[in-house]
């Protein structure tokens, strides 16, 4: 096929099918694309394009997401690589089908099915010799003139007999580069082959031990007491903080930061954002091949004691500074889940179900709902073995997991626990346990959180009444900025209760006084779910253009605070605003702007809540019903997949009103007897 336009994507460890959509998106649809919404759409975007024009994609790099085998990579990430892929290849097969598309895999590593079959394979074994001697050549940065020429000459046999040494190692021979450039190609083939003797040994039948072989060649260009001080990396997995190493080893910070230069300088780490290095990924395997177990033992038990205490500083970020938690988390899941994998093989109940509370509220808000399924259910294997206990660790792992079922839409379930913790800890009592008081106020804002959740804002006051009373008379007898923090959050809660009962200047009282709070607090975050929550109260007031500035400034903190999740609800709440005040384009923008981010966060319940309103404004405004119905059937079939049941029940019911207009009963009727079936379980007001 004559190929017009190729494009390409390159697929990275953390991307995933909207992404790829989005790079065919850019490079095929162009302009027009930007205005895609959700997946459905810009997929459909993307496959008119390919129909019209016959296209070669090349997917690159696609082992970021198979994962090499020499990378011992936490399980929980492991599965969640491999859901990404599966849904790549997915979305491959699917754009195969599309005119004369062709694809192109490249991967150091082996496709699985359906494209591993032998007709599509071209193996690159090695470089053509005469390429890797030009890469060589290169990498030893000779000029133009006459006298370099010669001098290349002269190292012809030499450069030669390196590239017989790697095999034509593309990527080794790119990683020598500075060893060739400070030695030179004799020097530098003596050391690599005596190195692949000794990695001939340590790591036996590897494909990959030239790899760790040029990584020890760029070790050695460390100075003498750094060479000394890289080897505990072999403890972290694929990044570390360098304040974490400070604190495992008890080195000085200069130190520690002349260790970092030279490591980025010699080209086995790449620095992040506060204070964070991402490691060379042969280079903690390379380490633990060369420790042997009690030393290793003895360093991991270092590492999993400061690690630990990391994870404190990270939950105390989150009030604090939230971006700065947001990052570095995700910078550090390979090392965060290693820890849990580490402390669950332990069999230590209570530290494991503590580290997978703390990880879940950690989690809560980056979009990573597979992990938070995983950390759910080391949790939940950890609380088994504690047997009947009541203590503060029982607290937490039954807290943990009725947040998660409220966060999944799992109402039923998440009321019968609270109600069920509230009990156990009234039993109790404030005294059962250290800190029992403080915990019996968390049971009672999470059982009122929960009933505002379903509909029920009127039993919630007097609980959120209760707590906050609790919270702070936690903070006088004790100084505690989490309970003080706690009491303002409550008042956020009853502001949203009221709110919801339509009793909306008390409301605005409650969030003011909250924002107050959460001002002397200095709880940045706290003080931007006020403002959007004020914005809300506006709306519902008629006060439309301060509920405009509100849910701007709202999204602008957010926007710093690095929570795309929640930015995503602000815009959903512009489109509202929008809407109500008779402005439907606007609110369409607005809209399908948080749908986007909702679908690359995977958040499966905001999607759905922002297709439910999508159909009102198609359905009851824009007066195109037909399109109306498409977007509520979306939004119900994705809050079946949720669980969610109570607000499945409320889509079908604007499902079967539209369908009533359109006069088509049959379907209406079956929806409406649906939505009683969803709603009966929540009682008389629903």
Request: net charge negative.
């Amino acid at each position: 096929h004559q190929v017009r336009r190729a494009a390409f994507v390159s697929v990275e460890t953390h991307g995933n099918q909207r992404a790829v959509i989005d790079a065919l998106g850019q490079q095929l649809v162009q302009p027009d694309f930007s205005a895609a919404g959700d997946l459905a759409e810009a997929t459909q975007q993307v496959t008119r394009a390919l129909r019209e024009q016959a296209t070669l994609i090349v997917v690159d790099n696609l082992e970021s997401i198979l994962l090499p085998p020499y990378l011992e990579t936490p399980e929980a990430l492991s599965e969640e690589a491999g859901r990404e892929l599966a849904a790549i290849l997915a979305l491959c097969q699917s754009l195969l089908q599309m005119g004369e598309t062709r694809l192109v895999f490249t991967s150091r590593e082996a496709l699985p099915a359906p494209f591993d079959a032998p007709r599509n394979l071209r193996e690159l074994h090695r470089l053509d010799r005469e390429d890797a001697v030009k890469l060589v050549e290169r990498a030893l940065d000779a000029g133009d003139g006459a006298g370099a020429g010669a001098a290349l000459d002269a190292e012809r046999e030499a450069i030669e007999a390196l590239v017989e040494a790697v095999h034509g190692h593309a990527r080794t021979l790119a990683l020598l580069a500075p060893e060739l450039r400070s030695r030179g190609v004799a020097a530098t083939h003596a050391a690599l082959v005596d190195l692949m003797v000794v990695m001939d040994k340590r790591f036996p039948g590897s494909r990959e031990k030239s790899l760790f072989a040029s990584v020890e060649l760029s070790l050695r260009r460390l100075s003498p007491a750094n060479r000394d001080r890289v080897r505990v990396l072999g403890a972290f997995h694929g990044g570390v903080d360098l304040d974490v190493l400070v604190a495992m080893m008890g080195w000085e910070k200069a130190d520690v930061a002349t260790l970092a230069g030279e490591l980025i300088a010699t080209g086995l780490a790449t620095a992040d954002r506060y204070n964070h290095l991402t490691l060379n990924a042969a280079l903690c395997p390379c380490f633990r091949g060369q420790m042997d177990a009690d030393e290793l033992e003895a360093l991991t038990a270092r590492w999993v004691e400061v690690m630990g205490e990391y994870v404190d500083f990270l939950e105390r970020q989150q009030n604090q500074n939230a971006e700065v938690a947001a990052t570095l988390t995700v910078l550090e899941l390979p090392n965060l889940f290693a820890l849990l994998d580490s402390l669950q093989r332990t069999g230590d109940a209570e530290a494991t179900i503590g580290l997978a509370t703390s990880l879940y509220s950690l989690l809560q808000s980056l979009g990573k709902p597979r992990l938070l399924e995983r950390v759910g259910q080391v949790r939940d294997a950890a609380a088994a073995a504690l047997g009947d206990a009541w203590n503060h660790t029982r607290f937490e792992a039954t807290r943990s997991r009725i947040e998660q079922q409220l966060g999944g839409g799992r109402l039923n379930e998440a009321l019968e626990g609270a109600q069920a913790l509230l009990q156990r800890a009234r039993v109790g009592g404030a005294q059962a346990y250290s800190g029992a008081d403080y915990d019996l106020a968390r049971a009672c804002w999470l059982l009122a959180r929960v009933l505002k959740t379903a509909g029920e804002s009127e039993q919630a006051l007097p609980l959120l009444d209760e707590a906050r009373q609790r919270f702070e008379t936690v903070a006088k007898e004790r100084p505690n900025k989490g309970a003080e923090r706690m009491a303002s959050v409550c008042l956020a809660e009853q502001g949203d209760c009221l709110r919801d009962l339509g009793r909306l200047d008390e409301a605005a009282a409650a969030y003011e006084e909250n924002i107050q709070r959460a001002e002397q607090l200095n709880d940045a975050r706290q003080v931007a779910v006020g403002k959007g929550q004020l914005g809300t109260v506006r709306m519902l007031q008629h006060r439309y253009p301060e509920a405009l500035a509100a849910y701007a400034d709202a999204r602008e903190r957010f926007t710093q605070l690095d929570e795309p999740g929640t930015v995503a609800v602000f815009w959903h709440q512009t489109g509202m605003t929008y809407q109500y005040a008779g402005q439907p384009e606007a609110a369409e923008d607005a809209y399908r702007k948080s749908l986007a981010i909702q679908v690359r966060l995977g958040n499966v319940a905001g999607q759905a809540g922002t297709l439910n309103q999508l159909g009102s404004l198609y359905g009851e405004v824009l007066g195109r019903p037909e399109e109306a119905v498409a977007f509520y059937r979306q939004a119900a079939e994705k809050y079946v997949a949720n669980g969610h049941s109570a607000n499945e029940g409320r889509t079908r019911n604007n499902l079967g009103d539209t369908l009533r207009k359109l006069r088509r009963f049959d379907e209406a009727r079956q929806e409406i007897h649906r939505a009683i079936e969803c709603n009966a379980q929540f009682g008389h007001a629903s």
